[in-house]
């Protein structure tokens, strides 16, 4: 028998896949209730819109959208996109560029690709997004986690890690943190720009969640403060119309996203054309902007009655952070308890979320948190599978 394993590659020969799939294969079990993934609620979905939208650019346009596309993306959504991001402060029209991409993690992916050697340093928030997480891996790179506080990433941390280690790259998704739901401070993100200039670094900002905010006031992108070319910008179309799209962007200065480009030229050849005129036919012909509200006023509905079935039926031991956007809750127990084996506890309930092990940097070792979310259930079923965790905890923390 070949033995496969002997010849892969060094890159990828220590990736796992990730939990977090391998939790969703267990959930065709009937009536489970999950907290598990991170996806918007299917209701949302203007479904008969863009199936109308679709028809008519099959029909009208199809010689386009059916054709191969241009790497940088279908140019009148970029345009769109560009000038979005600019009202908002987002890019210097001189010295950045704006390209489409085949959802944000495709964002990540042609970042790392174009910046990260075997070895080179990431600074990672921890706990972080897996999906990140796992990119670096695969480029060999050299995690480095640091503690996300109340207000984000512990800054005095940060600067003690730059001052002892040899770090390339800061990664961070400061809006509506994934897994925890944390904003970052504008301090620590007026902070963050002054240490990347210190030490000569690049920050990669994820922001998928940003138009996600239903209490609260906006802060800042690190990238509307970028006076360097230090920050590339990640976004997607992912979170607030339709995953199955696969739509993001990316903002950058335009030195690296040549190489960007040229990396997803070998990777996909150009995003789903379909895809990208879908999205522009919506975000031209509808109010974007109504759609987002409506978006957060169903979630901001369903995090408060997360929060408070938590607070009802939660031990009290158990410590979880308050959005003011975005997807996630994350929750932490005290240190002796493993939230896997709480997990499989759970699933004997028909509950599922995800254990914190998974967002660690190091994530052999034992979490005591895990992540809820709250955006892809109803109510009732939040306060029934909250309650369901309640018990599980209950009885787990009681021996």
Not at 189 to 211: C, F, G, T, V
Not at 306 to 328: A, D, S
Request: charged residues 20%; hydrophobic residues 40%.
């Amino acid at each position: 028998m070949n033995n496969i394993k002997s010849k892969l590659s060094d890159k990828v020969v220590h990736l796992e896949a990730s939990a977090i799939r391998e939790i969703f294969k267990l959930l065709g079990k009937p009536g489970i209730i999950s907290f598990a993934g991170g996806a918007p609620a299917p209701e949302m979905f203007p479904t008969d819109r863009l199936a109308e939208i679709a028809r008519n650019v099959i029909r009208d346009q199809g010689s386009v959208a059916l054709q191969y596309g241009v790497t940088e993306g279908y140019a009148p959504l970029v345009e769109w996109v560009k000038t979005r991001l600019l009202s908002q402060g987002i890019g210097n029209p001189e010295t950045d560029g704006y390209i489409t991409v085949s959802g944000g993690q495709q964002g990540i992916d042609l970042a790392a690709h174009s910046l990260i050697n075997p070895g080179d340093g990431v600074v990672c928030e921890q706990p972080g997004f897996i999906g990140g997480l796992n990119t670096f891996r695969s480029y060999n790179a050299e995690l480095v986690g640091v503690p996300v506080q109340d207000d984000g990433m512990d800054m005095d941390e940060l600067k003690n890690i730059l001052k002892a280690k040899k770090i390339k790259l800061i990664y961070t998704i400061p809006t509506f943190q994934n897994p925890t739901g944390i904003t970052m401070s504008l301090e620590k993100r007026k902070r963050l720009l002054e240490l990347a200039s210190r030490y000569d670094l690049m920050i990669l900002e994820d922001n998928p969640y940003q138009d996600l905010r239903f209490a609260g006031e906006p802060v800042a992108t690190l990238k509307s403060m970028d006076t360097e070319g230090r920050v590339v910008y990640c976004g997607s179309f992912t979170k607030i119309l339709a995953p199955g799209v696969r739509v993001g962007f990316v903002c950058a200065p335009n030195e690296l996203l040549e190489k960007m480009i040229i990396c997803k030229q070998t990777s996909d050849v150009h995003t789903n054309v379909v895809g990208q005129m879908l999205v522009y036919e919506y975000v031209t012909q509808n109010s974007i902007d109504e759609h987002i509200a409506n978006l957060c006023a169903l979630y901001g509905k369903r995090c408060r009655k997360m929060l408070e079935c938590i607070e009802n039926y939660f031990p009290k031991e158990v410590t979880f952070t308050r959005p003011q956007g975005g997807l996630f809750i994350f929750c932490t127990m005290p240190e002796k308890y493993d939230s896997k084996e709480i997990m499989q506890m759970a699933l004997q309930k028909n509950v599922a979320f995800v254990p914190g092990a998974t967002t660690m940097v190091d994530d052999k070792k034992k979490c005591s948190s895990f992540r809820l979310n709250y955006s892809n259930m109803s109510s009732e079923k939040i306060e029934i599978g909250i309650k369901l965790l309640g018990s599980v905890l209950y009885s787990a923390m009681n021996g």
